[in-house]
């Protein structure tokens, strides 16, 4: 199934830190476009050792793209706990006073005051916030890997679904472009012969009347030369049979591509590159102002693929 490199997932679990208390575990899953894996992981402490398993999950799915894990937690004030403000400011509920770093904060702010007596003393807050005063349920280590890894992988399996619900509408927009090019292809190829047979009478009739010029001269190298150059010229502009030949090779291998399985984004890069290079080629063979047209179109068409080939895997 076809991919798209952007995508979003997200997914929660809970995680006990004892005493009764629950922490709610968000991980976050985001991609996009980048030529190769790169992957990223922003989580908090409690949850880094499970980085290396969702590495290794993410590499044995993905191939392409700069993805993003990230993860945050909350204590669950509706399971019998109440966290008050955010995580640096007073804990009153879930939180247990320290006795030892109370008296040695208490024995500070006394031997602070001596030295500056007019300095305030400590508020209520500022005691709660003091490193070590609260000590909070932190959960065991094991639980934190364990929650982090499991809505790392539900949130990564989101992620993957909706790269293949964007990748499946690239899809059929690459489908549609690609049909209006054969179309163009279509179109134009059978008029070949006759824009050919029009250029080629002209020819005859440049070439008939530098003969007639030459004849009043007294030599005819350079009438030799004249035709020379006008027949090369000639030659190379006829053969564009290879270019429209290649050009519907090309456009059953991007059909095949988009029906298939697996990342398509590289081949269908270089599928880019080959029909703008017949394109380009077909161009500089025109015989005709509509060949030229034609060419344009198709070049037209080609850029607005690439740019969304650029978003598949």
């Not at 400011?89 to 320290?98: D, E, K, M, P, R």
């Not at 539900?154 to 909706?162: F, G, P, V, Y």
């Not at 690239?170 to 489908?175: G, I, K, P, R, Y």
Request: charged fraction near 25%; proline fraction near 3%; aromatic fraction near 4%.
């Amino acid at each position: 199934m076809i991919s798209s490199m952007t995508g979003y997932g997200s997914a929660s679990r809970q995680v006990s830190l004892g005493a009764g208390v629950v922490a709610d575990l968000q991980v976050e899953c985001r991609a996009v476009n980048s030529r190769f894996l790169d992957l990223g992981f922003r989580l908090p402490d409690e949850c880094r050792g499970a980085e290396p398993v969702l590495r290794e999950i993410a590499a044995q799915q993905l191939s392409r793209g700069k993805v993003e894990f990230r993860a945050a937690w909350r204590v669950n004030t509706t399971a019998g706990a109440a966290k008050v403000g955010t995580q640096n400011q007073a804990h009153s509920i879930l939180g247990a006073l320290n006795p030892e770093r109370l008296d040695a904060l208490h024995s500070l702010q006394e031997k602070t005051q001596i030295v500056f007596p007019k300095a305030e003393a400590l508020r209520i807050a500022d005691i709660l916030r003091w490193p070590g005063i609260v000590s909070e349920p932190r959960g065991e280590e094991a639980g934190w890997i364990a929650a982090t890894v499991e809505a790392g992988r539900a949130a990564l399996e989101a992620l993957m679904d909706s790269r293949h619900a964007e990748g499946q509408a690239l899809a059929a927009v690459l489908t549609d472009i690609t049909n209006k090019m054969r179309v163009i292809v279509k179109t134009i190829e059978p008029r070949v012969p006759e824009y050919v047979a029009q250029y080629q009478a002209k020819l005859t009739e440049r070439l008939a009347e530098a003969l007639a010029s030459q004849e009043q001269s007294k030599g005819g190298t350079e009438l030799m030369e004249r035709i020379r150059q006008e027949v090369v010229l000639y030659a190379v502009r006829i053969d564009v049979a290879e270019e429209f030949a290649r050009l519907k090779t090309h456009f059953q291998a991007v059909e095949k591509a988009l029906t298939g399985n697996g990342p398509v984004g590289k081949r269908l890069d270089f599928l880019m590159q080959e029909l703008n290079r017949e394109a380009n080629t077909l161009s500089s063979k025109s015989v005709s102002e509509e060949c030229t047209q034609a060419a344009l179109e198709l070049k037209l068409l080609i850029e607005q693929m690439r740019e969304q080939v650029q978003n598949l895997e």
